[in-house]
T-cell receptor
Framework: DQQVKQNSPSLSVQEGRISILNCDYT??????FLWYKKYPAEGPTFLISISSIKDKNEDGRFTVFLNKSAKHLSLHIVPSQPGDSAVYFCAASLPYGGSQGNLIFGKGTKLSVKP | GAGVSQSPSNKVTEKGKDVELRCDPI?????LYWYRQRLGQGLEFLIY????????KSGLPSDRFSAERTGESVSTLTIQRTQQEDSAVYLC??????????????FGSGTRLTVV
C-alpha cells in the first residue's frame, strides 16, 4: 500500500516555463514533507521541505505548496532550466516517535527540461 | 569524510553468490539508512540504525538480506545467495537523528548491483 504517490512517472517542459511536480499522500499523520532531486549515478540530494503547519515554502526558483485537506503537495520550478532535468522524489515523515521515523518516498518523477 | 561514502560503486555478481556492500556515514550522524531502487521503481526502505538501539529491519525483503553497524560508524549490507531480482542500486543515507527534519538525509552515490 503506497502511502506517498507520484502518479506522473515523467514530465517534459520547455526551458523557461514552469515545471509542476505533484505528490499525493494517504496518511494524515504525516507532518513533514521533503523533495529530493536525483541525477543519474548520484544519490538523491535534498531540495526543499515543508512542515504541515505551513501551506507554502519558497527557496529561489523552487516553491512547495501543501494542501492538507486534499493530502496533496506540489513542487513548482520557475523558470525551468536544462540543469533541472533529474528525477524528483517526494518524501513524507511521521512525527518523531512515529512507527518508523524514516522517510517514505514516492516512486519519483523524471523531469526533462528541453532547451 | 565530507559525505556518505559507499563501496563498491558497481558490483556484478553471479546468481547464488554472496555480496557485501559498505557504507561510511558522515561523522557524527547517529542514524543510518539503507534503501534500494530497482529499475523503474521508487526508493524502497530496507533497514535503519539509530545509535546503539536495535535496528529497524522491517524493510528487508527476505532473510537473505542482513545488515550490521558497529556503533555510529561503518555499516555493511550483506545479500546471501543473490537472485536476479536483487539487481538494483543500493543507497545508504545518514542523518543526525531519527527522522531528521531540517534537511532530511544525506545520501551516498549508491552501489549498482547486477546479478547475472
Amino acid at each position: 500500500d503506497q502511502q506517498v504517490k507520484q502518479n506522473s512517472p515523467s514530465l517534459s517542459v520547455q526551458e523557461g516555463r514552469i515545471s509542476i511536480l505533484n505528490c499525493d499522500y494517504t496518511n494524515s499523520m504525516f507532518d513533514y514533507f521533503l523533495w529530493y532531486k536525483k541525477y543519474p549515478a548520484e544519490g538523491p540530494t535534498f531540495l526543499i521541505s515543508i512542515s504541515s503547519i505551513k501551506d507554502k515554502n519558497e527557496d529561489g526558483r523552487f516553491t512547495v505548496f501543501l494542501n492538507k485537506s486534499a493530502k496533496h503537495l506540489s513542487l513548482h520550478i520557475v523558470p525551468s532550466q536544462p540543469g533541472d532535468s533529474a528525477v524528483y522524489f517526494c518524501a513524507a515523515s511521521l512525527p518523531y516517535g512515529g512507527s518508523q521515523g524514516n522517510l517514505i518516498f514516492g516512486k519519483g518523477t523524471k523531469l526533462s527540461v528541453k532547451p | 569524510g565530507a559525505g556518505v561514502s559507499q563501496s563498491p560503486s558497481n558490483k556484478v555478481t553471479e546468481k547464488g553468490k554472496d555480496v557485501e556492500l559498505r557504507c561510511d556515514p558522515i561523522s557524527g550522524h547517529t542514524a543510518l539508512y539503507w534503501y534500494r531502487q530497482r529499475l523503474g521503481q521508487g526508493l524502497e526502505f530496507l533497514i535503519y540504525f539509530q545509535g546503539n538501539s536495535a535496528p529497524d529491519k522491517s524493510g528487508l525483503p527476505s532473510d537473505r538480506f542482513s545488515a550490521e553497524r558497529t556503533g555510529e560508524s561503518v555499516s555493511t549490507l550483506t545479500i546471501q545467495r543473490t537472485q536476479q531480482e536483487d539487481s538494483a542500486v543500493y543507497l545508504c543515507a545518514s542523518s543526525f537523528s531519527r527522522g531528521s527534519r531540517d534537511n532530511g538525509y544525506t545520501f551516498g552515490s549508491g552501489t549498482r548491483l547486477t546479478v547475472v
